[in-house]
C-alpha cells in the first residue's frame, strides 16, 4: 500500500514546486493578485456596503468570494495543463516515471497556493474591523479556512477541464460555465425559478449542491462538518476526473 | 539494451505502426529513417511510454513499457520531436526539475546538472531563459536532459533538425561519445549524416519496416550506391505495390 502511494505520488514535489515557479517566473501570479485584490475590494466596499452595515465583521466580504472565485480561479487554473499540451512538454512529462496523480495534485496544490497567497493578502481588511470594533476573530478564521477549501473545488474545476483541451480560453470559458452552474445553484432567483417549476423538494436538492448554500454557514461563522466534507469531497471527485482526463493522453 | 516486439497503433482507421520490431545492442547507434509520416515518431513515443501500443511491447533494459512502465522510463532517455521544453526556466532550473522528478538521489542531483551542462555544452547559456534560446541551444538543452540521468538506453527524435553545420556536428560528437556505452536509437531524416553517426539503418515506411542493414549495405541496394538513391527506391517501391 505505502509503496503503491509512493509510485503514484512520485513527481508531486517536482511538479509543485515547478508550477509554483512557474506562475511567478511569468506576470501571471502578480497580475492574478493585483486584480483579485482589487476586485475584492471594490465589491466589498462599493457594492457590499462594508461601512454602512455598522457592524465590525467581514460578512460583506465573504459574501463576495464565491462569485470572483467563479471567475478568478478557473484564470489561474486554465494553464496548468492546457499550456502543456500546447507547446508539446507534455510529451515530455509523460515520458518521466512518475504518477499522473502526483503531477495532478502537484499542480493543482500550486495554484492553490497562489490563491492562499491572495486570501493572506486580505489580512489588512480583517485587522481594519479590529480597529472598528470587536468582531469574532475565531468565526472571521474559519470562514477564511472553509473559503480556501472552497477555492480548492473552484480550481480543481478548472485544472480538470485544462486537462481536457489544447486551449486555454477554451479551458477558461467552460470551467466558468460549470463553475456558475455549482455556484448559481443557491442564488436566490434561481432557486424561486426552480421551486416554482419543480417543486420544493427539488430546489432543496440542488441548493444542497450549490457553493452558496454550503459557503453560507461558514459565513456566519459556523463550522459546518457536512461543508468541509463537501468541498473536499468535491475537489476529489474533480481530481479524480483530472487524472483520467491526463492519461487518456496515452491512449493517442 | 532496448527490445521492440510487434508494436502496433492505429488513429482511428489509419493504422499508423504496423508490427515494428528490432533490438539494439549496448554500443549501436540506430538510425530510424523513413519518409514523413512514415510512423517513426510513433514508435518512438510508445517506446517512451508516452503513448500506449495497441498491441506489442518494448523492453527497455530488460523492463517492459507496459508492465514496468516506471522502471522502464527510469532507464531511459527520450528527447520528443522538436525537443519541447519549459520556456519560462533557464537549463540548470530545468534540469534540476527532470532530476527531481526523476528522483535521483539528492546527492547526485548536482553532479549529474553539471554532467550534462558540460556533455551538451550549454554551459554558455545557462542565465539566460530557455524562451529566449536558439533553436541549436534549445535542441542542446533538451538532449542535456535526456541524458541527465546517464540512461543505458536513449531515444532521440530527430535530435540534429533545424540545426546548423556547426551544431549538427556538435550533436553528432556527443552521440559519438556516448555510443560505446548506450543503446541509441536515433530518426532523421538527413540522410547525410546517417554513415557518420548510425552503424545501422531501419527504414520504415507505412508504419512497416522494410529494410534493416548498415547504411552501407542498405546504400548498395540502390543503383547508384547512394543512401538516398536506396531510400527512394526502397520507399517508391511499397507505394508502388499499394497502388
Not at chain 1, 48 to 73: C, S
Not at chain 1, 143 to 151: D, E, P
Not at chain 2, 57 to 73: F, V
Not at chain 2, 174 to 202: G, N
Request: some cysteine; proline content about 5%; charged content about 20%.
Amino acid at each position: 500500500m505505502k509503496d503503491f502511494l509512493t509510485r503514484q505520488m512520485s513527481g508531486f514535489s517536482a511538479t509543485y514546486r515547478r508550477e509554483l515557479a512557474a506562475y511567478f517566473a511569468t506576470p501571471m501570479a502578480y497580475v492574478f493578485l493585483a486584480v483579485f485584490l482589487l476586485a475584492l475590494g471594490l465589491f466589498t466596499w462599493e457594492a457590499g456596503r462594508f461601512f454602512d452595515t455598522g457592524v465590525a465583521d467581514l460578512q460583506p466580504f465573504f459574501a463576495w468570494h464565491p462569485w470572483l472565485y467563479m471567475i478568478f480561479l478557473p484564470a489561474l487554473a486554465m494553464r496548468l495543463w492546457a499550456d502543456e499540451r500546447a507547446s508539446g512538454t507534455d510529451e515530455l512529462l509523460l515520458s518521466l516515471p512518475i504518477g499522473i496523480p502526483g503531477l495532478v495534485l502537484g499542480k493543482l496544490l500550486a495554484a492553490w497556493t497562489v490563491a492562499a497567497a491572495g486570501l493572506v493578502l486580505t489580512a489588512p481588511m480583517w485587522v481594519s474591523v479590529n480597529f472598528l470594533g470587536d468582531p469574532d476573530n475565531t468565526a472571521i478564521a474559519l470562514t477564511y479556512f472553509v473559503s480556501l477549501l472552497m477555492a480548492g473545488a473552484y480550481l480543481s474545476i478548472g485544472a480538470a477541464v485544462s486537462s481536457l483541451t489544447g486551449s486555454q480560453v477554451a479551458a477558461f470559458v467552460i470551467s466558468v460555465v460549470i463553475a456558475f452552474v455549482f455556484t448559481a445553484a443557491g442564488w436566490p432567483l434561481v432557486l424561486s425559478t426552480v421551486q416554482s417549476l419543480f417543486g420544493t423538494g427539488f430546489a432543496d436538492l440542488v441548493a444542497r449542491f450549490s457553493f452558496i448554500t454550503q459557503f453560507e454557514g461558514a459565513q456566519r461563522g459556523v463550522l459546518e462538518l457536512r461543508a468541509v466534507a463537501y468541498f473536499l469531497g468535491f475537489t476529489a471527485t474533480f481530481v479524480y476526473l483530472n487524472c483520467l482526463w491526463a492519461s487518456r493522453q496515452r491512449l493517442g | 539494451m532496448l527490445e521492440v516486439r510487434a508494436l502496433e497503433k492505429s488513429y482511428g482507421a489509419k493504422q499508423a505502426v504496423r508490427g515494428v520490431s528490432f533490438t539494439v545492442e549496448k554500443g549501436t547507434v540506430l538510425g530510424f529513417l523513413g519518409p514523413n509520416g512514415a510512423g517513426k515518431s510513433t514508435t518512438m513515443r510508445m517506446i517512451a511510454g508516452v503513448l500506449e501500443p495497441d498491441a506489442g511491447d518494448a523492453l527497455i533494459d530488460g523492463k517492459s513499457i507496459l508492465s514496468d512502465r516506471r522502471a522502464a522510463q527510469a532507464a531511459l532517455g527520450y528527447l520528443p520531436e522538436g525537443a519541447p521544453l519549459y520556456e519560462d526556466m533557464t537549463p540548470p532550473e530545468f534540469l534540476r526539475f527532470l532530476a527531481e522528478a526523476r528522483a535521483l538521489p539528492r546527492s547526485q542531483r548536482a553532479g549529474a546538472v553539471d554532467r550534462s551542462i558540460a556533455d551538451a555544452r550549454i554551459s554558455t547559456v545557462c542565465h539566460q531563459r530557455i524562451g529566449d534560446l536558439s533553436k541549436g541551444y534549445r535542441r542542446r538543452v533538451g538532449l542535456a536532459g535526456a541524458i541527465l540521468h546517464d540512461p543505458p538506453v536513449l531515444v532521440l527524435d530527430e535530435p540534429t533538425d533545424g540545426l546548423d553545420p556547426n551544431q549538427k556536428r556538435a550533436v553528432r560528437a556527443l552521440i559519438a561519445r556516448m555510443a560505446p556505452t548506450k543503446a541509441i536509437v536515433i530518426s532523421t531524416h538527413t540522410l547525410t549524416e546517417v554513415p557518420a553517426m548510425c552503424h545501422r539503418a531501419v527504414l520504415i515506411d507505412r508504419g512497416r519496416i522494410i529494410a534493416d542493414d548498415t547504411p552501407a549495405g542498405l546504400a548498395r541496394r540502390s543503383e547508384d550506391g547512394s543512401l538516398e538513391g536506396a531510400f527512394s527506391r526502397l520507399t517508391d517501391q511499397v507505394e508502388d505495390e499499394t497502388l
